[in-house]
């Protein structure tokens, strides 16, 4: 069973956000919500990672809701590099294994 | 530079003809995972090492072996390789499990005829 759940395919306006939903109901207390993107069939490059609390980096903002079934990815303003598949990812520390979802394809668009 | 390379990058060849994937990482990292990367099934995780000589099973671990002898190598060996083992795979790096960053090779694209 899958893991996390995302929107096949998004647009999004060049210099504007873009939020990319993610549901994992069944994630567990300690699994990590992980965000990774794959740019044509290079190797996945990591995003941003986080737990319970809201994370942001250079790159993007994490949003996790109070209970953890779901979260949000922001890239505060997307440009057309942006343009690849992101892949909301939960990591079992329990198994010590990554369970990749099926990815939402981004399309910025000038 | 820190990276992970795998060699060879593309390969066909035939049902039955063993072959071996390497994956080699400069970065002292401690995990190294396996991953098939199949047109609508997102990335399955093949096996993984938590570190030298521990090796554990992923999702998709049949038809697969791996080995650990030394940090930095990480080879993925396919002993009689199949027609539904052509995908392209990666491999993946980080100084530890979980809460870290994965670093991901170029990828290998193997077709098996």
């Known amino acids: 069973d899958a893991k996390t759940t995302q929107p096949p395919s998004m647009d999004c306006a060049e210099g504007r956000a873009a939020n990319l939903p993610c549901n994992h109901s069944?994630?567990?207390?300690?699994?990590?919500v992980y965000w990774y993107r794959q740019i044509h069939s290079q190797g996945p490059q990591y995003i941003i990672h986080?737990?319970?609390n809201n994370e942001t980096n250079e790159m993007a903002s994490l949003i996790i809701t109070e209970d953890r079934k779901s979260s949000t990815l922001i890239l505060p303003h997307a440009t057309l590099r942006d343009t690849a598949v992101y892949y909301c990812?939960?990591?079992?520390?329990?198994?010590?294994?990554?369970?990749f979802g099926s990815g939402t394809k981004l399309n910025v668009k000038p | 530079e820190a990276q992970v390379t795998q060699n060879p990058r593309y390969l066909i060849t035939v049902t039955g003809k063993k072959l071996t994937v390497t994956c080699s990482q400069n970065?002292?990292?401690?995990?190294m995972s396996w991953y098939r990367q199949d047109p609508g099934l997102g990335l399955r995780q093949i096996y993984y090492?938590?570190?030298?000589?521990?090796?554990d099973k992923g999702d998709v671990p049949e038809g697969y072996k791996v080995s650990r002898k030394e940090k930095r190598n990480f080879p993925l060996i396919l002993e009689s390789p199949s027609p539904n083992q052509t995908s392209l795979y990666f491999c993946?790096?980080?100084?530890?499990?979980?809460?870290?960053?994965?670093?991901f090779g170029p990828g290998t694209r193997l077709t098996v005829l």
């Open positions: 993946a790096s980080s100084v530890l499990a979980g809460d870290n960053e994965q670093f």
């Open positions: 069944t994630i567990s207390g300690n699994e990590y």
């Open positions: 986080g737990l319970k």
């Open positions: 990812i939960v990591y079992s520390y329990n198994f010590n294994k990554f369970y």
């Open positions: 970065m002292n990292h401690e995990y």
């Open positions: 090492s938590m570190n030298v000589e521990v090796t």
